[in-house]
C-alpha cells in the first residue's frame, strides 16, 4: 500500500529521498520533450486566432492552479503550527513571470502584450525546460503526488508554450525582443529584491542563488566582502545572455529553414 496520499505535503511524507531522474521522471522528460516539438509541429498552420483562445484558456488555468498551489500549500502551513508562508511561497520567483505574462499576453495589447511574449518565447522557453530536466520539486514530493504534479506541469507548460508560439509563427523573434524579454524580469524584481533583503529570502534567486552551486558560491563569496547587491546585480543581468541564446538558436534554425527551401 502506497504510504502517502496524492495531496499530502511533504512534512506528511516519511521516508522520502527524491524522485529525481527516477524511472517515472524520465519517461516523463522524454514525453514532453516529444510533445514540445510535435505537438506545436502540428498545430504550425493553427490560426492565430485559435492560439488567441488557447493562451486566455491556458492562462486562466495557470492562475488558477497557482490559487490552489498556495491554497493546499498555505493550509498545511498553518494547521502545522509554521504559520503562512511568505518567505517562499509568494509568487515571486521568476518562473511566477510564466502566469503573469501568460495572462498579458492572452488579454492585453501593446507593449504588455509584446514583452511578455518575448518573454514566454525565450527566457520562460529555456527555463521551462531546465524545468523538466532538472524537476527540484521531485526532491521534496513524490512522482505521484499534487506538489510533484504542479512543478511539471508548470515548467513543461512553459517549455510547450514558448515553442508553440514560435513555431506557428505567433511571435516572430528579433534581437530587440532580447531586451523586451528582460521588461518583466525586472518589474518582479522591484517586488522581490527588497523583501530578500529584508527578511533574506531568495525570490528568483537574487540574493543567495540557492540550489544553483555557480549562483550560490559566487553569491557567498561577494557576500562575505560586503558586495551581496553586486551578486544580486550580475544575477539580473545574466537573464540577458539567455535571452540572446534561445533567439540566436532560433534565427539560426529559421535562417536553416529559409535556405533549405529556396
Same mark, same amino acid.
Given at each position: 500500500?502506497?504510504? @502517502?496520499?496524492?495531496?499530502?505535503?511533504? +512534512?506528511?511524507?516519511?521516508?522520502? #529521498?527524491?524522485?529525481?531522474?527516477?524511472? #517515472?521522471?524520465?519517461? +516523463?522528460?522524454?514525453?514532453?520533450?516529444?510533445?514540445?516539438?510535435?505537438?506545436? @509541429?502540428? %498545430? /504550425? !498552420?493553427?490560426?492565430?486566432? /485559435?492560439?488567441?483562445?488557447?493562451? !486566455?484558456?491556458?492562462?486562466?488555468?495557470?492562475?488558477?492552479?497557482?490559487?490552489?498551489?498556495?491554497?493546499? #500549500?498555505?493550509?498545511? &502551513?498553518?494547521?502545522?503550527?509554521?504559520?503562512?508562508?511568505?518567505?517562499?511561497?509568494?509568487?515571486? +520567483?521568476?518562473?511566477?513571470?510564466?502566469?503573469?505574462?501568460?495572462?498579458?499576453?492572452?488579454?492585453?495589447?501593446?507593449?504588455?502584450?509584446?514583452?511578455?511574449?518575448?518573454?514566454?518565447?525565450?527566457?520562460?522557453?529555456? +527555463?521551462?525546460?531546465?524545468?523538466?530536466? @532538472?524537476?527540484?520539486? =521531485?526532491? %521534496?514530493?513524490?512522482?505521484?503526488?499534487?506538489?510533484?504534479? @504542479?512543478? =511539471?506541469?508548470?515548467?513543461?507548460?512553459?517549455?510547450?508554450?514558448?515553442?508553440?508560439?514560435?513555431?506557428?509563427?505567433?511571435?516572430?523573434?528579433?534581437?530587440? &525582443?532580447?531586451?523586451?524579454?528582460?521588461?518583466p524580469i525586472v518589474l518582479l524584481s522591484i517586488i522581490a529584491i527588497p523583501i530578500d533583503y529584508a527578511f533574506k529570502v531568495d525570490y528568483m534567486l537574487l540574493y543567495s542563488g540557492s540550489g544553483v552551486p555557480i549562483y550560490q558560491d559566487v553569491s557567498a563569496r561577494l557576500g562575505e566582502m560586503g558586495l551581496r547587491p553586486l551578486y544580486t546585480a550580475l544575477m539580473l543581468i545574466t537573464h540577458i545572455p539567455l535571452a540572446a541564446l534561445v533567439t540566436g538558436i532560433y534565427k539560426l534554425l /529559421?535562417?536553416?529553414? /529559409?535556405?533549405? #527551401?529556396?
Amino acid at each position: 500500500m502506497c504510504p @502517502y496520499g496524492f495531496f499530502d505535503y511533504k +512534512y506528511n511524507i516519511k521516508g522520502f #529521498e527524491s524522485d529525481l531522474f527516477s524511472v #517515472e521522471h524520465i519517461v +516523463y522528460i522524454v514525453l514532453v520533450f516529444i510533445l514540445g516539438i510535435g505537438v506545436p @509541429y502540428l %498545430f /504550425r !498552420k493553427a490560426r492565430h486566432s /485559435r492560439i488567441s483562445v488557447l493562451l !486566455k484558456v491556458l492562462s486562466l488555468f495557470a492562475l488558477v492552479l497557482e490559487i490552489a498551489k498556495i491554497s493546499w #500549500e498555505s493550509y498545511y &502551513d498553518i494547521t502545522t503550527g509554521r504559520g503562512f508562508n511568505y518567505q517562499g511561497i509568494l509568487p515571486i +520567483y521568476t518562473c511566477s513571470l510564466f502566469i503573469y505574462t501568460l495572462l498579458a499576453a492572452a488579454w492585453c495589447r501593446g507593449k504588455a502584450k509584446d514583452a511578455s511574449l518575448a518573454f514566454l518565447t525565450t527566457i520562460s522557453l529555456l +527555463y521551462g525546460a531546465i524545468g523538466v530536466v @532538472y524537476c527540484n520539486g =521531485l526532491n %521534496f514530493y513524490p512522482f505521484w503526488t499534487f506538489g510533484a504534479f @504542479y512543478s =511539471l506541469f508548470f515548467h513543461s507548460s512553459m517549455f510547450i508554450t514558448g515553442v508553440l508560439l514560435l513555431m506557428t509563427g505567433y511571435k516572430k523573434l528579433e534581437w530587440k &525582443d532580447i531586451f523586451l524579454s528582460f521588461i518583466p524580469i525586472v518589474l518582479l524584481s522591484i517586488i522581490a529584491i527588497p523583501i530578500d533583503y529584508a527578511f533574506k529570502v531568495d525570490y528568483m534567486l537574487l540574493y543567495s542563488g540557492s540550489g544553483v552551486p555557480i549562483y550560490q558560491d559566487v553569491s557567498a563569496r561577494l557576500g562575505e566582502m560586503g558586495l551581496r547587491p553586486l551578486y544580486t546585480a550580475l544575477m539580473l543581468i545574466t537573464h540577458i545572455p539567455l535571452a540572446a541564446l534561445v533567439t540566436g538558436i532560433y534565427k539560426l534554425l /529559421r535562417g536553416g529553414k /529559409r535556405k533549405a #527551401e529556396s
